[in-house]
């Protein structure tokens, strides 16, 4: 085999589960989260019972998200939100209000969210190296990433954020990973996809001509994995991400 030094590349990262480990992501942590918000905007003064109104969204929330992983289109939790409360009749709402609630949702869930060790570190290096570095995220919220980045302090490390809630497709959509390339002026050959799920990070960058990086260690036990498609590198310890684009082999 011919082992190459690898030149300064874009490196694209995923977030949860790749740069931050969860605690609780399960359905129970998206029912008190509802809770969140419904409480929050029952505060405002609007007369709705909270129970009622944090049900009903959590029935709209799971049945979007089965059909976003179908579909891979994102719609904002804004716009979710406000189909729940349409079903209760309130409808033009001050824009001011819905995110109250939202930002009660997301203050719930970003509690549960950790900064994985050796992180800040590790981009630090990268950096230093001459890498550019980039987040492709598939999150509702926009604010619920850039508030995640900016409470682990990972703001500064990344040059383009993208964010499935601003560009309207979730990885692995082709449209996600078409205006993360574009927004940071590169070609597909010189990047490489860093995330922990198998079918948005690893089958996406593959399908555009990037290497691709698995990050395994709080990956999901029960993904779809597909056997006619390969990460360049499986990566339990993502420290050790250095080493491993130090040397690529071919």
């Not at 049945?63 to 033009?92: K, M, N, V």
Request: glycine share 6%.
């Amino acid at each position: 085999m011919e082992i190459i030094f690898l030149k300064p590349m874009t490196l694209f990262f995923d977030l949860g589960n790749t740069l931050l480990y969860s605690l609780d992501p399960g359905d129970e942590n998206i029912k008190i989260a509802c809770v969140h918000a419904a409480a929050a905007f029952a505060e405002l003064g609007y007369l709705i019972r909270p129970n009622d109104l944090a049900a009903a969204h959590y029935h709209n929330l799971t049945r979007y998200y089965a059909i976003r992983d179908g579909d891979h289109i994102e719609h904002s939790a804004e716009q979710i939100f406000i189909q729940t409360l349409e079903e209760f009749g309130f409808t033009d709402l001050p824009a001011k209000d819905i995110h109250a609630a939202i930002q009660a949702f997301y203050a719930y869930t970003q509690s549960n969210w950790y900064l994985i060790d050796g992180v800040p570190e590790l981009l630090g290096k990268l950096r230093q190296k001459g890498h550019t570095l980039g987040l492709i995220s598939n999150a509702s919220s926009i604010q619920d990433v850039l508030t995640q980045l900016q409470s682990h302090r990972l703001s500064d490390f990344f040059t383009s954020v993208n964010i499935s809630a601003a560009i309207g497709f979730r990885k692995p959509r082709r449209e996600i990973f078409e205006a993360a390339l574009k927004n940071a002026g590169v070609e597909a050959g010189d990047t490489v996809m860093i995330g922990d799920t198998f079918i948005a990070d690893i089958l996406g960058a593959k399908r555009m001509g990037m290497r691709a990086v698995w990050a395994t260690r709080y990956a999901k036990t029960d993904q779809v994995i597909l056997p006619d498609v390969h990460a360049d590198f499986l990566l339990d310890d993502i420290t050790l991400l250095e080493e491993v684009l130090d040397l690529m082999i071919r």
